[in-house]
């Protein structure tokens, strides 16, 4: 059964470095989505890209952060420097939009020291 | 905005009982999905149920739907100790493809 990839599992960095967190989306879908999750809180949506273009974001997805489709097949999303805040499990998620049903990945844990 | 949210937040059960957990969200949605995670894993799919639909099944769950109500409800039978974890909804709005919200959770534990 086609499944959402992400690498790595689990992310440490230093405060103010850059990251990148990857993800495969499932082969034929056409939405993509980034949402994460502090440690004890809810699932919170980041930003949806569609068309090579981002679609939707949150307040929280502002100038430190940015999305990529450099492939057929690979999405990122980039942290340009990271905060302690920053420390969560970011899960990429996609959807072949029919009825918006998103298929998630196993998430990468980021811990920013 | 669109949270829905969980109950109970948490429900310990002994195996073999069936599970009951309750979402309530606040504004029109086009569909409402219920996901599972085990501790700091990811984020399973259960199933999805529409505006339009009031109940559907899915093996060993059952999922309603009241929209006047504004609430859902997502029903495991017979349930198994590999059935412990967090159960979330997540509801979208009425113009297609788009973000997701959350509501916090129940985390489900199934007694041996």
């Known amino acids: 059964e086609p499944e959402v990839t992400q690498t790595p599992s689990h992310q440490v960095t230093q405060m103010g470095q850059e990251v990148i967190l990857r993800c495969v989306p499932i082969?034929?879908?056409?939405?993509f989505y980034w949402y994460r999750q502090i440690l004890g809180q809810k699932v919170e949506f980041l930003v949806s890209?569609?068309?090579?273009?981002?679609?939707?974001k949150s307040e929280i997805f502002d100038d430190q952060f940015s999305v990529e489709r450099p492939d057929g097949s690979n999405f990122t999303l980039k942290i340009r420097s990271t905060k302690l805040e920053d420390s969560a499990m970011y899960f990429c998620?996609?959807?072949?939009?029919?009825?918006?049903?998103?298929?998630f990945g196993p998430g990468t844990r980021l811990t920013v020291l | 905005s669109q949270q829905g949210e969980e109950d109970p937040q948490a429900l310990s059960i002994q195996e073999g009982e069936n599970a009951t957990m309750n979402c309530s969200y606040k504004?029109?949605?086009?569909?409402l999905q219920w996901y599972r995670q085990n501790s700091g894993r990811g984020l399973v799919h259960l199933i999805l149920?529409?505006?339009?639909?009031r109940e559907k099944h899915s093996g060993r769950l059952r999922v309603t739907l009241d929209t006047s109500k504004k609430s859902s409800s997502l029903l495991i039978t017979a349930s198994r100790a590999a059935d412990t974890a967090s159960y979330f909804c997540?509801?979208?709005?009425?113009?297609?493809?788009?973000?997701?919200?959350f509501g916090q959770g129940t985390r489900l534990t199934i007694n041996p």
């Open positions: 998620a996609s959807s072949d939009g029919r009825y918006n049903e998103q298929f």
């Open positions: 082969s034929n879908h056409l939405y």
């Open positions: 890209f569609y068309n090579n273009e981002i679609s939707e």
């Open positions: 504004t029109s949605i086009n569909n």
């Open positions: 149920i529409r505006s339009n639909e």
């Open positions: 997540a509801t979208d709005g009425i113009q297609g493809a788009q973000k997701l919200v």
